[in-house]
């Protein structure tokens, strides 16, 4: 019988081209999104919109904070709704896609075309945002683990997810500040950026959606209780999981808040920007080529554990190099980038895992409040971490648009590298001790869903 169930996990893909080719297109759709807030916010509301830091730093948290409590609520409630002909989270992929744009036109233009309340608009918009991602965001990231059971599907959408989110993050790095400077002001400059991003949003959302579709059913019609969701958060694959995740996450909202002051006033080399994400191309494509290989000889657990010290390695690295050598500076990004593109292609298959381990731990499906606590997870990472690198602007004595002293370039090296370098080393030793599901475990587990599936007919043809 296992042997019969292994080849069953091995069997023929249940995905289409045109299928996979739709999941890449709502995925990228999904990227200007957190891409330009996380890059650019903080820049464009103090250098263009002339908003306070130490303000910006605490309206970050407190969008958090709500944050905290919303995510897991909206996740509870997306599992318990109804399935529609079009399934359970595409129909509200949809919905959340419009209302989200909309908000995120008024979080940028609100306050630059203000001429009072600038601030008041802001908080609005901010907090907004985050009820309003909440509707893009989980039904998205719930999609892998109702598209297929199998292994090489998941690993497939997984690095297609991974390669959009790498792909168009990078895209949006070498293209948008360039395309901003080309104008004749800042203001001018991001305006056109945000219209057309959102646009774009939009655009390739909606046509991605269309493309996809829900296969898998619940093993168990039964739906779970609110105390059989905090029983899912305490399970140990799954608190690891989080934990590692949002510890990384708040350093990479440290650097993607920060690093372009980084270049500006400490560099003073604004274009090698564009430089600097184009060197992710390349450990884009070597984590598209190496994560596949390395999953399959040593798991995703060794493979994450690898791309975490990796990383980690190279922001101390670049604690110590001069700001008289910035090409130290690329060439360790280039060094280190396959990292960066490692991590973030496991991370959704990672997810994936933590839903179906649920299913097999519990017996019901939780895809909705997973997936809402890694939208969480995202936006708290990078809202503390951007607000710790608002508060450190305002602690360094930052002046926008000029020279900055000695106090304030040692502070700038201090949130690009040493802090996010140090959360990185916590990171991976919580993730090295404490996830449970290395190679054997994860196997011995799906092998014994694919059986439970099998029996119970937990599949939806379509």
């Known amino acids: ?109 609100g306050p630059s075309m203000a001429t009072s309340g600038k601030m008041a608009i802001a908080v609005i918009s901010y907090i907004l945002f985050g009820f309003t991602f909440d509707l893009m965001d989980i039904p998205l990231n719930s999609m892998i683990p109702v598209m297929s059971d199998r292994d ?15 792909a168009g993050g990078i895209l949006i790095t ?17 305006h056109v950026v945000i219209i057309g991003a959102t646009l774009f949003v939009l655009l390739f ?32 694959p799954v608190s690891i999981l989080f934990l590692n995740t949002l510890i990384l996450q708040i350093g990479n909202g440290m650097t993607q808040g920060i690093v372009l002051f980084f270049f500006i006033y400490v ?9 600097a994400g184009a060197s992710y191309i390349v450990g884009t494509i070597a984590a598209v080529i190496l994560t596949p290989i390395l999953v399959k000889r040593i798991g995703a657990k060794n493979t994450k554990s690898i791309a975490n010290i990796l990383n980690l390695v190279g922001m101390l690295m670049m604690f110590f190099i001069p700001a008289s050598l910035p090409l130290v500076f690329i060439t360790i990004l280039l060094v280190t980038s396959p990292g960066a593109g490692v ?31 890694f939208s969480f997870i995202v936006k708290a990472g990078l809202g503390i971490g951007s607000a710790m690198g608002a508060y450190f602007l305002g602690i360094y004595h930052y002046v926008p648009n000029a020279e900055q002293t000695a106090e304030t370039i040692q502070g700038l090296y ?37 059986a439970i599936r099998k029996a119970k007919d937990g599949y939806i043809n379509q």
């Open 414 to 450: 201090t949130v690009n590298f040493l802090i996010p370098g140090i959360l990185a080393a916590v990171a991976v030793v919580i993730w090295i001790i404490g996830y449970p599901l290395n190679k054997i475990a994860r196997e011995k587990m799906m092998i014994e869903m694919v």
């Open 152 to 166: 090489r599907d998941r690993s497939t959408l997984a690095n297609i997810k991974g390669v959009a989110y790498l």
């Open 267 to 275: 560099l003073k080399r604004s274009d090698l920007y564009p430089v």
């Open 343 to 373: 991590q973030q292609i496991l991370f959704y298959g990672l997810q994936a895992d933590a839903t179906d381990y649920v299913e097999w731990k519990f017996g019901y499906r939780a895809e909705g409040v997973i997936a809402s606590v």
């Open 205 to 236: 959302s909606i046509l991605g959606t269309l493309g996809i579709k829900e296969r898998i059913a619940p093993v168990n019609a039964e739906k779970y209780s609110i105390i059989d969701a905090l029983k899912i958060l305490r399970a140990r």
């Open 174 to 190: 070498i293209g948008a500040l360039p395309l901003i400077e080309s104008f004749a002001s800042k203001r001018e400059g991001f």
């Open 1 to 109: 019988m296992d042997i019969q169930v292994e080849q069953e996990i091995k069997q023929q893909s249940l995905l289409s081209f045109k299928e996979k080719l739709a999941f890449f297109t709502v995925n990228i759709g999904n990227i200007p999104i957190m891409t330009l807030l996380g890059a650019f916010l903080l820049l464009f509301y103090t250098d263009v919109v002339g908003l306070d830091p130490i303000q910006i730093g605490t309206l970050f948290l407190l969008s958090r904070v709500l944050d905290g409590l919303n995510d897991p609520i909206m996740g509870y409630i997306i599992d318990h709704l109804p399935r529609t002909k079009w399934g359970r989270f595409r129909p509200y992929l949809v919905l959340g896609t419009v209302i989200l744009c909309l908000n995120y036109l008024v979080l940028w233009l």
